[in-house]
């Protein structure tokens, strides 16, 4: 069982930068991929990016490549989600998830955060 908690999110100026932070329960937090996912109003959640386990490889959705990073320290069981260049697209709840697998699919994702709020303003 894990359990995520974001924080982090907020308002920011078009341009400007948020980090995001995940911090999770559990003792198996360390083999789980984690991703990160994002759901504007009206709109289904879409990937954003994954870090696999180890944090040797992470991959990210078109849309946030070049612009978004995540990073991962497991022996704090945080994963963190860096956001430079925000645009106002990017407004959205923003969830972290793990997954036993690596994927972009969210139906592989078994535990999710509660979200935290990201406001892009132009």
């Known amino acids: 069982q894990v359990q995520l908690v974001e924080s982090g999110g907020g308002l920011v100026q078009a341009g400007g930068s948020l980090r995001l932070s995940c911090a999770a329960s559990?003792?198996?937090?360390?083999?789980?991929?984690m991703g990160w996912f994002r759901q504007a109003p009206g709109k289904e959640r879409e990937f954003v990016g994954f870090?696999?386990?180890?944090?040797?490889?992470?991959y990210y959705a078109d849309s946030v490549k070049g612009r978004f990073t995540s990073s991962r320290d497991n022996a704090k069981n945080t994963v963190y989600l860096q956001m430079n260049s925000l645009k106002p697209e990017d407004t959205a709840v923003y969830y972290c998830?793990?997954?036993?697998?690596?994927?972009?699919?969210?139906?592989?994702?078994?535990?999710w955060g509660q979200g935290t709020q990201v406001t892009v303003s132009s």
């Open positions: 998830a793990a997954s036993s697998v690596t994927s972009w699919n969210p139906q592989n994702y078994n535990y």
């Open positions: 870090i696999t386990w180890s944090g040797g490889a992470t």
């Open positions: 559990g003792r198996t937090f360390s083999s789980y991929t």
